[in-house]
Antibody
Framework: EVQLVESGGGLVQLGGSLRLSCVAS????????MNWVRQAPGKGLEWVSY????????YHADSAKGRFTVSRDNAKNSLYLQMNSLRAEDTAIYYC???????????WGQGTLVTVSS | EIVMTQSPATLSVSPGERATLSCRAS??????LTWYQQKPGQAPRLLIY???TRATGIPARFSGSGSGTEFTLTISSLQSEDFAVYYC?????????FGQGTRVEIK
């Protein structure tokens, strides 16, 4: 069974940093592209970041460029999102999602909540 | 950035009735369109990809259609477990934009 488990969320002050993790199991993590998607309270879904299976290709949404960095460690079956210079509008549930060959996000974690406060 | 617009924002439907949800792209995305379902407190679930292909385990009452800029998700006979929020997403480029969602509620 495919499982994605996020962690690392919490309460952080404006301008602070946080590192999210996503541990994968039940599939060959090193063969899949991965993404981070977020959802602000009561709002819709927003794609945040993409990383290829080898980490060679990385994309970030404009809202994340220059502040967030996605990375992975295939030996540890883990995906990461380093978030710096956090803003109030970054408050959201952050999901990691497996990418099925660029076609769809076919498996999602349960999410981790990030709250940025002043 | 490709903007995805869903309508209506909320759809009130009685159990057993048909629901038709729309998604429009600001520019052509071919058939690179995906639909997700999200229930309260849960992560999204993949329903449809490539505009019309059901994901594994998705019941046949869910169907997708369209291409270019206009897409439709149809639920032929709503079951109690189908009341949720539905999102479309394009994957024509790597900025994988979502629509704002359509909430399907019990009438």
């Amino acid at each position: 069974e495919v499982q994605l488990v996020e962690s690392g969320g919490g309460l952080v002050q404006l301008g602070g940093s946080l590192r999210l993790s996503c541990v994968a199991s039940g599939f060959d993590f090193s063969s899949y592209e991965m993404n981070w998607v977020r959802q602000a309270p009561g709002k819709g879904l927003e794609w945040v970041s993409y990383i290829s299976s080898t980490s060679r290709t990385i994309y970030h949404a404009d809202s994340a460029k220059g502040r967030f960095t996605v990375s992975r460690d295939n030996a540890k079956n883990s995906l990461y999102l380093q978030m710096n210079s956090l803003r109030a509008e970054d408050t959201a549930i952050y999901y990691c999602a497996r990418d099925d060959s660029g076609i769809a996000f076919d498996n999602w974690g349960q999410g981790t909540l990030v709250t940025v406060s002043s | 950035e490709i903007v995805m617009t869903q309508s209506p924002a909320t759809l009130s439907v009685s159990p057993g009735e048909r629901a038709t949800l729309s998604c429009r792209a600001s520019q052509s995305v071919g058939n690179t369109l995906t639909w997700y379902q999200q229930k309260p407190g849960q992560a999204p679930r993949l329903l449809i990809y490539a505009a019309s292909t059901r994901a594994t385990g998705i019941p046949a009452r869910f169907s997708g259609s369209g291409s270019g800029t206009e897409f439709t998700l149809t639920i032929s006979s709503l079951q109690s477990e189908d009341f949720a929020v539905y999102y479309c997403q394009q994957y024509n480029n790597w900025h994988r934009t979502f629509g704002q969602g359509t909430r399907v509620e019990i009438k």
